[in-house]
Every structure is written in C-alpha cells, then in structure tokens.
C-alpha cells in the first residue's frame, strides 16, 4: 500500500483537461514538495514535474503541478494521444525518513 | 550528458547473491545521491534506499532494510544494489536514478537509469 493515495486510472478525450490527485499527510506532502514523473510502458520513468509546479526544460507547457496542504495535484490541458501513460507524484517523508510514491495513475486517452 | 547505464538482465534462484551496478557519467558523481527504485512487473515504483558517494552514507526504506545493500566505488563512479539471498518476491525491475544534490535545492530524481530486470525462480 502506498504512502501517497493517487486515483488507479484517469481518462478523457483529446482536447480536454484532465487533472490527477496525490492525497498525503503532514509528514510528506504537508511539508515537503512534490514531484511527478511519466512511464510509458515498458519504458523508465521521466520527470515530469519537480518542485509542485516546476517543469524541466523540455515538457510541454500543457503539463502543470500544484501543491495545497497535504494534496497535490498533476493537470494535463489540450490532452494528446501521445499523454497516455502512467503518472507517479512522489514527495519526502520526514517521518520515515525517505522518499515515497503514490501508487500511480494509468491515464487512458479516449 | 548525463547518463546512469545500468547492467543486464540477471536470472537467479533462491537463495543466490546478486549485485546490479550503476555506472555514472557527465556530472560530478559525488555531489548527488543516487537513489534506487523498485518497480513489480505491472505494479508502481517503491523507493529503496539511497546513497550519498561522497562518504557512502545511506538511507533505506523501511521496507527494504535489511535485505538489501547499496554501496558505492567512488573511483569507476559506480553504484551497487545487492542481495546476499535473493527470494522469488525479488523479482522486479530495479532502477538507479540521480537523486538530492547533496548541498541542497535539488530534490527530485533525474536522470534515470534504463533499469535492471531480475528475475529470481527456482
């Protein structure tokens, strides 16, 4: 079971918007930023956003992050195809300590 | 550029050792952690553990403690993950990541390696 609580699966249509939760605690979350990171299948995880709302250099603008109390949360905006994949949020544990993930969200492009 | 190139695919049974590695180029290899994830064939990512090369100081997760091992050779700018009895539940892909700067301010895990699958059967 996962530290950080994510729903397993998102869907929706190309164009729209989509928006992926990370519920945490005070120890994680609640204190300490959150990232998120993209798996396609079979491949290894990317950074997606860093910094609950930091893009590194080379992610589409579409892909953006927020942080509020002991949540998070990942939106995809004009979706693509090309989106479809997992997504993981992560933050520190301070009460562990060390890092923790969420149990992933597949998302479906319809 | 930076790069983490992880070794092969290993078969293992019950019960045998193991260490995968971590080769590190294009940055200062001391200066981040390196950070080790586990991912079970179609479930999600758990993070292990970390280690700082700098003076091998690590940090496991509690679920992974005591059964694994990570260390460093600060000389080749090689990390290790290794096992000294590996169980069928090993089974998994095993992945290497640049982790924290070890100054601070950076906190997240980029690049990745391409990641080590072991399968452990008898």
């Known amino acids: 079971q996962s530290v950080l609580t994510q729903p397993p699966s998102a869907s929706a249509t190309p164009g729209q918007r989509v928006t992926i939760s990370c519920s945490g605690s005070?120890?994680?979350?609640?204190?300490?930023?959150v990232n998120w990171y993209q798996q396609f299948p079979g491949t290894t995880p990317k950074l997606l956003i860093h910094s609950n709302n930091q893009r590194p250099s080379g992610v589409p603008d579409r892909f953006s992050g927020s942080r509020s109390g002991t949540s998070a949360s990942l939106a995809i905006s004009g979706l693509q195809r090309e989106d479809e994949a997992d997504y993981y949020c992560?933050?520190?544990?301070?009460?562990?300590?060390?890092?923790?993930f969420g149990g992933g969200t597949k998302l479906t492009v319809l | 550029e930076v790069q983490l190139v992880q070794s092969g695919a290993e078969v293992k049974k019950p019960g045998e050792s193991l260490r995968i590695s971590c080769k590190v180029s294009?940055?200062?290899?001391?200066?981040?952690?390196i950070t080790w994830v586990r991912q079970v064939p179609g479930e999600g990512l758990e993070w292990m553990g970390r280690?700082?090369?700098?003076?091998?100081?690590?940090v496991y997760s509690p679920s992974f403690q005591g059964h694994v091992t990570v260390s460093v050779d600060k000389s080749i700018t090689t990390a290790y993950l290794q096992w000294s009895s590996l169980k069928a539940s090993d089974t998994a892909m095993y992945y290497c990541a640049r982790g924290d700067s070890i100054s601070g301010g950076r906190n997240w895990f980029d690049p990745w390696g391409q990641g080590t699958l072991v399968t452990v059967s008898s």
């Open positions: 005070s120890s994680d979350i609640g204190s300490n930023n």
């Open positions: 294009g940055y200062s290899f001391i200066s981040y952690w």
């Open positions: 280690i700082g090369p700098s003076d091998s100081d690590t």
């Open positions: 992560s933050s520190w544990d301070a009460s562990m300590p060390g890092w923790v």
